[in-house]
Protein backbone atom coordinates (compact mmCIF):
# COMPACT_ATOMS: atom_id res chain seq x y z
CA UNK A 1 0.00 0.00 0.00
CA UNK A 2 1.37 3.35 -0.79
CA UNK A 3 2.25 5.89 1.61
CA UNK A 4 -0.20 9.15 1.93
CA UNK A 5 2.05 12.05 2.30
CA UNK A 6 5.70 12.71 2.94
CA UNK A 7 4.97 13.75 6.57
CA UNK A 8 3.33 10.52 7.33
CA UNK A 9 6.89 9.15 8.72
CA UNK A 10 6.07 5.98 6.48
CA UNK A 11 2.14 5.51 7.44
CA UNK A 12 0.38 3.66 4.89
CA UNK A 13 -3.32 4.65 4.34
CA UNK A 14 -5.03 1.93 6.96
CA UNK A 15 -2.30 3.20 9.77
CA UNK A 16 -3.48 6.73 9.09
CA UNK A 17 -7.13 6.07 9.57
CA UNK A 18 -6.39 3.84 12.37
CA UNK A 19 -4.71 7.44 14.12
CA UNK A 20 -7.42 9.32 12.87
CA UNK A 21 -9.98 7.27 15.35
CA UNK A 22 -7.33 7.65 18.27
CA UNK A 23 -7.10 4.16 19.63
CA UNK A 24 -6.48 5.37 23.02
CA UNK A 25 -9.81 7.10 23.83
CA UNK A 26 -11.51 4.20 23.13
CA UNK A 27 -11.79 3.17 27.09
CA UNK A 28 -14.11 5.96 27.44
CA UNK A 29 -16.39 4.52 24.79
CA UNK A 30 -16.01 0.85 26.32
CA UNK A 31 -16.16 1.46 30.23
CA UNK A 32 -19.47 2.72 30.81
CA UNK A 33 -21.31 -0.17 28.65
CA UNK A 34 -19.30 -2.53 30.94
CA UNK A 35 -20.83 -0.51 33.67
CA UNK A 36 -24.48 -0.95 32.22
CA UNK A 37 -23.80 -4.48 31.42
CA UNK A 38 -22.74 -5.23 35.16
CA UNK A 39 -26.04 -3.69 36.18
CA UNK A 40 -28.07 -5.56 33.68
CA UNK A 41 -26.08 -8.93 35.40
CA UNK A 42 -26.63 -7.90 38.74
CA UNK A 43 -30.02 -7.26 38.23
CA UNK A 44 -30.74 -10.76 36.32
CA UNK A 45 -31.32 -8.71 33.11
CA UNK A 46 -27.86 -9.60 31.03
CA UNK A 47 -28.63 -10.20 27.67
CA UNK A 48 -24.87 -11.11 25.66
CA UNK A 49 -26.06 -10.02 22.07
CA UNK A 50 -27.77 -6.48 22.91
CA UNK A 51 -24.50 -5.82 25.26
CA UNK A 52 -22.33 -6.82 22.39
CA UNK A 53 -24.35 -4.94 20.21
CA UNK A 54 -24.00 -1.67 22.41
CA UNK A 55 -20.43 -1.95 22.68
CA UNK A 56 -20.04 -2.22 19.17
CA UNK A 57 -21.95 0.94 18.45
CA UNK A 58 -20.75 2.40 21.80
CA UNK A 59 -17.28 1.94 19.55
CA UNK A 60 -18.48 3.31 16.27
CA UNK A 61 -19.66 6.52 17.47
CA UNK A 62 -16.41 7.32 19.50
CA UNK A 63 -14.41 6.74 16.07
CA UNK A 64 -16.95 8.83 14.22
CA UNK A 65 -16.57 11.70 16.80
CA UNK A 66 -12.81 11.65 16.95
CA UNK A 67 -12.89 12.00 12.77
CA UNK A 68 -15.54 14.99 13.01
CA UNK A 69 -13.35 16.34 16.00
CA UNK A 70 -9.85 16.16 13.91
CA UNK A 71 -11.23 17.71 10.58
CA UNK A 72 -13.89 20.17 13.05
CA UNK A 73 -10.90 21.82 15.16
CA UNK A 74 -8.88 22.15 11.96
CA UNK A 75 -11.37 24.00 10.38
CA UNK A 76 -11.67 26.36 12.85
CA UNK A 77 -7.77 26.83 13.57
CA UNK A 78 -7.87 25.33 16.64
CA UNK A 79 -5.29 22.52 14.95
CA UNK A 80 -2.43 24.15 14.03
CA UNK A 81 1.57 23.59 13.91
CA UNK A 82 1.25 25.17 17.89
CA UNK A 83 -0.60 21.95 19.14
CA UNK A 84 0.84 20.05 21.37
CA UNK A 85 -1.35 16.99 21.30
CA UNK A 86 -0.96 13.84 19.32
CA UNK A 87 -0.76 14.37 15.92
CA UNK A 88 -4.15 14.86 13.66
CA UNK A 89 -4.44 13.40 10.40
CA UNK A 90 -6.22 16.58 9.00
CA UNK A 91 -3.96 19.16 10.39
CA UNK A 92 -0.85 17.32 9.09
CA UNK A 93 -2.26 16.85 5.98
CA UNK A 94 -2.16 12.69 5.79
CA UNK A 95 -5.91 13.27 4.74
CA UNK A 96 -7.94 15.77 3.22
CA UNK A 97 -10.94 16.90 4.81
CA UNK A 98 -13.86 15.86 2.80
CA UNK A 99 -11.92 12.18 3.40
CA UNK A 100 -12.27 12.57 6.91
CA UNK A 101 -15.92 13.85 6.75
CA UNK A 102 -16.94 10.98 4.11
CA UNK A 103 -15.17 8.74 6.37
CA UNK A 104 -17.05 9.86 9.65
CA UNK A 105 -20.54 9.25 7.81
CA UNK A 106 -19.08 6.05 6.73
CA UNK A 107 -18.90 4.89 10.79
CA UNK A 108 -21.61 6.71 11.43
CA UNK A 109 -23.66 4.89 8.74
CA UNK A 110 -22.18 1.51 10.91
CA UNK A 111 -23.47 2.55 13.93
CA UNK A 112 -26.96 3.25 12.86
CA UNK A 113 -26.65 -0.44 11.30
CA UNK A 114 -26.17 -1.83 14.91
CA UNK A 115 -28.44 1.01 16.19
CA UNK A 116 -31.12 -0.98 13.96
CA UNK A 117 -30.93 -3.56 15.49
CA UNK A 118 -30.99 -2.64 19.33
CA UNK A 119 -33.85 -0.59 18.32
CA UNK A 120 -35.55 -3.97 17.13
CA UNK A 121 -34.64 -5.64 20.34
CA UNK A 122 -35.44 -2.66 22.76
CA UNK A 123 -37.83 -0.09 21.17
CA UNK A 124 -37.45 4.01 19.15
CA UNK A 125 -35.76 5.00 22.75
CA UNK A 126 -32.81 3.85 20.90
CA UNK A 127 -33.36 5.21 17.98
CA UNK A 128 -33.12 8.89 20.13
CA UNK A 129 -30.41 8.31 21.98
CA UNK A 130 -28.24 7.23 18.54
CA UNK A 131 -29.55 10.59 17.10
CA UNK A 132 -28.82 12.74 19.22
CA UNK A 133 -25.74 10.71 20.18
CA UNK A 134 -24.51 11.65 16.22
CA UNK A 135 -25.28 15.10 16.42
CA UNK A 136 -23.93 15.95 19.77
CA UNK A 137 -20.58 14.50 18.12
CA UNK A 138 -21.04 16.44 14.76
CA UNK A 139 -22.02 19.60 17.17
CA UNK A 140 -18.95 19.26 19.12
CA UNK A 141 -16.50 21.39 16.33
CA UNK A 142 -19.04 22.02 13.51
CA UNK A 143 -22.00 23.84 12.53
CA UNK A 144 -22.93 27.42 13.64
CA UNK A 145 -22.53 27.23 18.08
CA UNK A 146 -19.74 24.21 18.53
CA UNK A 147 -20.57 22.56 21.63
CA UNK A 148 -16.80 22.66 22.86
CA UNK A 149 -16.09 25.81 21.50
CA UNK A 150 -18.67 27.54 24.39
CA UNK A 151 -17.46 25.83 26.96
CA UNK A 152 -20.11 22.92 27.18
CA UNK A 153 -17.79 20.04 26.65
CA UNK A 154 -18.15 18.39 30.08
CA UNK A 155 -22.44 18.44 29.64
CA UNK A 156 -22.23 16.72 26.98
CA UNK A 157 -19.63 14.35 27.25
CA UNK A 158 -21.97 13.79 30.79
CA UNK A 159 -24.71 13.07 29.30
CA UNK A 160 -23.85 10.67 26.72
CA UNK A 161 -20.73 8.92 28.15
CA UNK A 162 -22.51 8.50 31.05
CA UNK A 163 -26.32 8.78 30.99
CA UNK A 164 -26.95 7.82 27.45
CA UNK A 165 -24.08 4.76 27.65
CA UNK A 166 -24.54 3.22 31.15
CA UNK A 167 -28.43 3.53 31.40
CA UNK A 168 -29.11 2.79 27.69
CA UNK A 169 -26.88 -0.38 27.88
CA UNK A 170 -28.92 -1.41 30.47
CA UNK A 171 -31.71 -0.79 28.99
CA UNK A 172 -30.93 -2.57 25.57
CA UNK A 173 -30.98 -5.95 27.98
CA UNK A 174 -33.98 -4.91 31.08
CA UNK A 175 -36.01 -2.70 28.59
CA UNK A 176 -36.44 -0.38 31.59
CA UNK A 177 -34.05 2.49 33.64
CA UNK A 178 -33.97 1.62 37.15
CA UNK A 179 -32.43 3.96 39.77
CA UNK A 180 -29.17 1.69 39.82
CA UNK A 181 -28.78 2.16 36.28
CA UNK A 182 -28.46 6.18 36.62
CA UNK A 183 -26.67 6.18 40.11
CA UNK A 184 -23.57 4.13 37.94
CA UNK A 185 -23.96 5.97 35.01
CA UNK A 186 -22.28 9.49 37.15
CA UNK A 187 -18.81 8.28 38.50
CA UNK A 188 -18.45 6.97 33.99
CA UNK A 189 -19.65 10.39 32.96
CA UNK A 190 -17.18 11.66 35.48
CA UNK A 191 -14.39 10.07 34.72
CA UNK A 192 -14.66 10.96 31.03
CA UNK A 193 -15.10 14.32 31.83
CA UNK A 194 -11.67 14.19 33.11
CA UNK A 195 -10.53 13.14 30.21
CA UNK A 196 -11.52 16.33 28.41
CA UNK A 197 -10.53 18.05 31.03
CA UNK A 198 -6.63 17.31 30.63
CA UNK A 199 -7.13 17.80 26.75
CA UNK A 200 -8.01 21.18 27.35
CA UNK A 201 -5.44 22.03 29.92
CA UNK A 202 -2.93 20.73 27.68
CA UNK A 203 -4.81 23.15 25.08
CA UNK A 204 -5.24 26.15 26.93
CA UNK A 205 -3.07 27.89 24.88
CA UNK A 206 -3.68 27.45 21.50
CA UNK A 207 -7.73 26.84 22.54
CA UNK A 208 -7.37 30.73 23.73
CA UNK A 209 -6.07 31.86 20.65
CA UNK A 210 -8.48 30.05 18.48
CA UNK A 211 -11.09 31.67 20.35
CA UNK A 212 -12.20 27.90 21.71
CA UNK A 213 -13.36 28.89 24.54
CA UNK A 214 -13.37 25.51 27.05
CA UNK A 215 -13.91 25.90 31.07
CA UNK A 216 -10.14 26.15 30.73
CA UNK A 217 -10.39 29.18 28.97
CA UNK A 218 -12.75 30.54 30.97
CA UNK A 219 -11.46 29.24 34.29
CA UNK A 220 -7.80 28.74 33.86
CA UNK A 221 -5.26 26.16 34.22
CA UNK A 222 -6.39 26.37 37.94
CA UNK A 223 -10.11 26.06 37.37
CA UNK A 224 -9.62 22.79 34.87
CA UNK A 225 -7.28 21.04 37.86
CA UNK A 226 -10.22 21.40 39.98
CA UNK A 227 -12.63 20.79 37.81
CA UNK A 228 -10.46 17.13 37.78
CA UNK A 229 -10.43 16.92 41.60
CA UNK A 230 -13.64 17.52 42.07
CA UNK A 231 -14.70 14.70 39.00
CA UNK A 232 -12.33 12.18 40.71
CA UNK A 233 -13.98 12.52 43.84
CA UNK A 234 -17.31 12.59 43.14
CA UNK A 235 -16.96 9.44 40.83
CA UNK A 236 -14.89 8.01 44.14
CA UNK A 237 -17.99 8.97 46.53
CA UNK A 238 -20.79 7.16 44.41
CA UNK A 239 -20.17 3.46 45.56
CA UNK A 240 -20.44 4.16 48.82
CA UNK A 241 -23.75 5.82 48.54
CA UNK A 242 -24.86 3.33 46.52
CA UNK A 243 -24.08 0.77 49.59
CA UNK A 244 -25.68 2.94 52.07
CA UNK A 245 -28.82 3.68 50.16
CA UNK A 246 -29.19 -0.14 50.13
CA UNK A 247 -29.01 0.03 45.91
CA UNK A 248 -25.98 -2.13 46.14
CA UNK A 249 -23.99 -4.54 48.27
CA UNK A 250 -20.77 -3.76 50.12
CA UNK A 251 -18.75 -5.36 46.84
CA UNK A 252 -19.37 -1.73 45.45
CA UNK A 253 -16.52 -0.25 46.96
CA UNK A 254 -14.16 -2.88 45.68
CA UNK A 255 -13.61 0.10 42.76
CA UNK A 256 -11.72 2.15 45.41
CA UNK A 257 -8.75 -0.50 44.81
CA UNK A 258 -8.61 1.90 41.57
CA UNK A 259 -7.49 4.53 44.15
CA UNK A 260 -3.45 4.05 43.34
CA UNK A 261 -3.63 4.45 39.70
CA UNK A 262 -5.15 8.16 40.55
CA UNK A 263 -2.79 9.40 42.43
CA UNK A 264 -0.04 9.91 40.20
CA UNK A 265 -2.37 11.56 37.60
CA UNK A 266 -3.43 14.18 40.40
CA UNK A 267 0.12 14.76 40.70
CA UNK A 268 0.21 15.08 36.96
CA UNK A 269 -2.05 17.84 36.27
CA UNK A 270 -0.52 19.73 38.89
CA UNK A 271 2.95 19.79 37.80
CA UNK A 272 3.31 19.10 33.76
CA UNK A 273 1.56 20.99 31.30
CA UNK A 274 1.64 20.96 27.46
CA UNK A 275 2.83 17.84 25.95
CA UNK A 276 3.58 16.21 28.69
CA UNK A 277 -0.06 15.79 29.54
CA UNK A 278 -0.17 13.50 26.95
CA UNK A 279 0.65 10.99 28.95
CA UNK A 280 -1.86 12.16 31.49
CA UNK A 281 -4.60 11.89 28.79
CA UNK A 282 -3.65 8.80 28.10
CA UNK A 283 -3.63 7.76 31.85
CA UNK A 284 -6.83 9.08 33.30
CA UNK A 285 -8.95 6.78 30.06
CA UNK A 286 -6.75 4.06 31.33
CA UNK A 287 -8.12 4.71 34.86
CA UNK A 288 -11.67 4.92 33.83
CA UNK A 289 -11.71 1.44 32.44
CA UNK A 290 -9.95 0.09 35.11
CA UNK A 291 -12.70 1.96 37.35
CA UNK A 292 -15.09 0.53 35.12
CA UNK A 293 -14.11 -2.74 35.76
CA UNK A 294 -13.59 -3.22 39.64
CA UNK A 295 -17.22 -1.29 39.95
CA UNK A 296 -18.82 -3.82 37.16
CA UNK A 297 -16.84 -6.67 39.48
CA UNK A 298 -18.07 -5.19 42.55
CA UNK A 299 -21.41 -5.48 41.39
CA UNK A 300 -21.41 -8.87 39.79
CA UNK A 301 -19.95 -10.60 43.33
CA UNK A 302 -22.34 -8.53 45.43
CA UNK A 303 -25.36 -10.26 43.31
CA UNK A 304 -23.71 -13.79 43.71
Not at 249 to 275: D, M, T
Request: glycine share 10%.
Amino acid sequence: MNSVSERDGHLNLRQVWWLAARPKTLPAAAAPVIVGTAVAFSSGKFQFLPALAALLAALLLQIGANFANDVGDFQKGADTLERRGPLRVTQAGLLKPEQVVRGMWVVFGLAALVGVYLAVVAGWPVILIGVFSILAAVAYTAGPFPLGYYGLGEVFVFLFFGLAAVAGTYFVQAREVTVLALWASVPMGLLTVNILVVNNLRDIETDRAAGKKTLAVRFGADGARLEYLICLLGAFSIPPVLWLAGLASPWALVAWLSLPLAQPLVRAIYHEKGSALNQTLAGTGRFELVFALLFSLGLIIGSL
